[in-house]
């Protein structure tokens, strides 16, 4: 009767050709109970976008099916269910766009799929948004990083959970019984073997997730929690990229929302960040690190958080000392490549500094690229190993920088 689905992707905006790169679906019968569950790794034949936040490489990749492989299966799979996820409308969005790319319009309805996000905020008022922490009002255990299949499993049990509120049938059972007779287009037949990522060191249980977990659900304006579920999505391990903040742009426009109402949601964001910090007790060098990037990518100062410290913290706050800026020894041209946890701007400042000459594109001349996964597939690095340009990662460039530098830096 269900089919919850969870997607991990290379960016936030299936409009600005952003793909799906894992998907997992966990089928669920009347009553919630599992009765078969699917995954796959997906090959975008493109860069993995941030993947700070997905964790995935692209070694996972390299051999795994395309969506158009995979679209058959998944068709029978979704077909004659009524869709499940957790801020669905966003999972909902890319797989329309995928079967789009393909060809083929499909049943994905917003309007006949069910939310747990939504669920939560009308079963509970008070709920939190984001699914880590409707997980632990439920005692659902929520293990994996960003894993499409870890988020999949959770997401159906807090449903079967949820349903356990509704009488059965449940009052959505007209949708169902209209989304069920929807025919689905015959999708073509292609042998592929699922590709399951492996495990990599990392976890989506740092201080910074517990913080966005216990932030508040702002039912106004009505697309708010559909936008701040993908900044806390982005900020579950402590790292916003210049890319998200302009993807995130690009969510607030298509979703409706105006400047001043993004500004205001972005102040309480920080301001709520800054009061959780505070009552969990110590604001330690690297959790302040951390607040201050959070707050200049979305618009504020290192001054705006001192001031949401001190409102925390009745005056008790001590105000940090500025580090300066150290220098860099003198380098040869480099590349930047893929989207790092520091914005490309902040590299490219620093790489001047020190006496390098960064490129905007690889030439044979280049000396190295510094790539955000060394086996990226973007156009810069096929370039470099084309030239036969050395490619490097950010911690190795990282390691070029005085020992000073280094500590100061390190993420």
């Known amino acids: 009767m269900y089919a919850v689905i969870d997607t991990e992707t290379t960016g936030l905006l299936p409009s600005h050709r952003h793909r799906v790169i894992e998907i997992a679906v966990v089928l669920l019968d009347e009553r919630g109970q599992v009765e078969d569950e699917w995954v796959t790794l997906l090959n975008p ?18 051999d795994a099916p395309e969506f158009g492989a995979v679209a058959r299966r998944l068709g029978e799979l979704l077909a004659g269910r009524m869709v499940v996820g957790h801020n669905v409308e966003f999972d909902l969005g890319f797989l329309r766009a995928e079967f789009a790319r393909l060809g083929y319009m499909v049943p994905l309805i917003t309007e006949r799929s069910m939310c747990t996000m939504a669920l939560a905020g009308h079963l509970y008022p008070g709920a939190k948004r984001t699914l880590g922490a409707c997980c632990a009002a439920a005692g659902i255990s929520l293990e994996g990083w960003h894993s499409a299949l870890a988020d999949t499993r959770a997401t159906a049990e807090l449903f079967g959970h949820y349903l356990q509120e509704f009488p059965s049938p449940p009052p959505w059972q007209w949708a169902y019984e209209e989304l069920r007779g929807w025919r689905w287009p015959t999708l073509p037949q292609e042998e592929f ?7 990599h060191a990392g976890g989506r249980h740092g201080w910074m997730s517990r913080l966005v977990d216990q932030l508040p659900r702002v039912p106004e304006p009505p697309q708010a929690d ?4 993908l900044l806390d999505g982005i900020l579950a ?6 890319t998200d903040a302009d993807q995130l742009v690009q969510v607030a426009t298509e979703l409706g929302l105006t400047r001043l109402q993004v500004q205001d949601l972005h102040c309480d964001y920080v301001s709520g960040l800054a009061e959780g910090s505070w009552a969990a007790g110590g604001i330690t060098p690297e959790r302040r690190s951390d607040l201050d990037k959070v707050a200049v990518m979305l618009g504020y100062l290192e001054s705006d958080v001192d001031d949401a410290l001190l409102r925390a ?3 008790q706050y001590v105000v940090p000392p500025r580090p300066g800026a150290s220098g860099f020894p003198a380098g040869s ?17 620093r790489a001047v500094a020190a006496g390098f000459a960064p490129q905007e594109a690889v030439r044979p001349d ?46």
Not at 237 to 242: K, M
């Open 313 to 315: 913290s009745s005056g």
């Open 226 to 229: 559909s936008y701040l579920a």
């Open 237 to 242: 391990n402590r790292e916003i990229t210049a």
């Open 366 to 411: 280049t000396t190295f690229v510094v790539a955000a996964d060394p086996d990226s597939l973007s156009v810069k690095a096929r370039a470099a190993r084309e030239f036969g340009v050395p490619i490097i990662s950010v911690d190795a460039f990282r390691r070029l920088l005085p020992a000073e530098e280094r500590q100061q830096h390190a993420s």
């Open 45 to 62: 034949q493109r860069d993995l976008g941030p993947q700070h936040i997905h964790g995935i490489l692209t070694a996972d990749v390299l």
């Open 333 to 349: 041209t480099l590349v930047f490549t893929g989207d790092m946890i520091e914005s490309r701007e902040v590299w490219w400042d």
């Open 193 to 199: 073997t699922p590709t399951v990522r492996p495990v």
